[in-house]
C-alpha cells in the first residue's frame, strides 16, 4: 500500500502497517522508522536529497558499532580526502593558469 506524505503521522504506520504492535514499544518505533526510511522517496539529483542520503548514512553509522562503524569511517575519510585532494588541485591549476 503506497503512503501519501499528509498520512505519516508518528502513529499512521502503527495503523495500517503494524497492526498489533505496541505504538510505545521502543523496538516498534525503531522498525516503524526503518520503514519509513525504506519507503522515502523523491529526486536524488538535488542538492537537498543528496544532503539527505548523508544524513540517512550518518544516523545509521550511529546505530551501529564495531567493525561496521569502522568501515564506515574510512568510507567518509576516504570521500573526505578525495575532495580534500580535488579542491586542491582545482586552486592550484587556477593559480598556475593565473600565474602565467
Known amino acids: 500500500m ?3 506524505e499528509h498520512d ?6 502503527f495503523t495500517d502497517d503494524l497492526i498489533g504492535l505496541d ?3 521502543p523496538e516498534a518505533r525503531a522498525f516503524a522508522a526503518h520503514l ?3 519507503e522515502r522517496s523523491g529526486p536524488k539529483f538535488t542538492i537537498e536529497s543528496s544532503l539527505a ?4 548514512f ?15 569511517w574510512l568510507v567518509v575519510t576516504l570521500i573526505l580526502l578525495g ?5 586542491w588541485e582545482t586552486l592550484r ?3 598556475t593558469w593565473l600565474g602565467g
Do not use: Q, W, Y
Open 83 to 87: 575532495v580534500l585532494f580535488g579542491a
Open 53 to 56: 542520503g548523508v544524513a540517512d
Open 36 to 38: 519509513d526510511r525504506m
Open 58 to 72: 550518518a544516523e545509521s553509522t550511529n546505530r551501529i558499532g564495531g567493525v561496521r562503524r569502522h568501515f564506515a
Open 8 to 13: 505519516a503521522g508518528p502513529n499512521s504506520r
Open 2 to 4: 503506497a503512503r501519501d
Open 23 to 25: 505504538p510505545d514499544d
Open 93 to 95: 591549476m587556477a593559480l
